[in-house]
C-alpha cells in the first residue's frame, strides 16, 4: 500500500492501514514502516491522520522525511503537510468494498 502512493502525495497511517485491509489499526501501520529495512519504500509519504510529521521535531527522521517530501515538491511548514481530502464516505463501499 504505501508503494502505492504517488509521487509528491501523502497518505495516513490509517488510510494505509485501511487499505491494506485492515481499518482501525493506523498503529499497526505505523509499527511495521519503523520495523521497515527496505531502502526503496517511500515510507516518507506516510504522516499521521491531520498531516504532521510523526517523528520529533528535529530529530534525524524528522528531517529525513521532510527533506524527502520537499524533493518531490510536497510543502512542508512546520513539521505538518496539506492532506489530500477525504471521499466521501460510501456505505456500500466500505461493506461490499
Known amino acids: 500500500m504505501v508503494r502505492a502512493i ?11 492501514a485501511r487499505r491494506a485491509g485492515l481499518p482501525g489499526r493506523a498503529r499497526l ?8 529495512e527496505d531502502p526503496t519504500l517511500p515510507w516518507h509519504r506516510v504522516v499521521r491522520s491531520d498531516g504532521r510529521i510523526a517523528f520529533p521535531a528535529g530529530s534525524d527522521g524528522f528531517i529525513e522525511q521532510s527533506r524527502r517530501l520537499r ?8 513539521g505538518r503537510v ?5 471521499p466521501a464516505f ?3 463501499a466500505e461493506i461490499w468494498g
Open 6 to 16: 504517488p509521487l509528491g502525495q501523502v497518505a495516513g497511517y490509517g488510510d494505509v
Open 29 to 36: 501501520a505505523a509499527h511495521v514502516l519503523s520495523a521497515n
Open 71 to 78: 524533493a518531490e515538491g510536497v510543502v512542508v511548514l512546520h
Open 82 to 86: 496539506r492532506m489530500p481530502p477525504r
Open 90 to 92: 460510501d456505505m456500500d
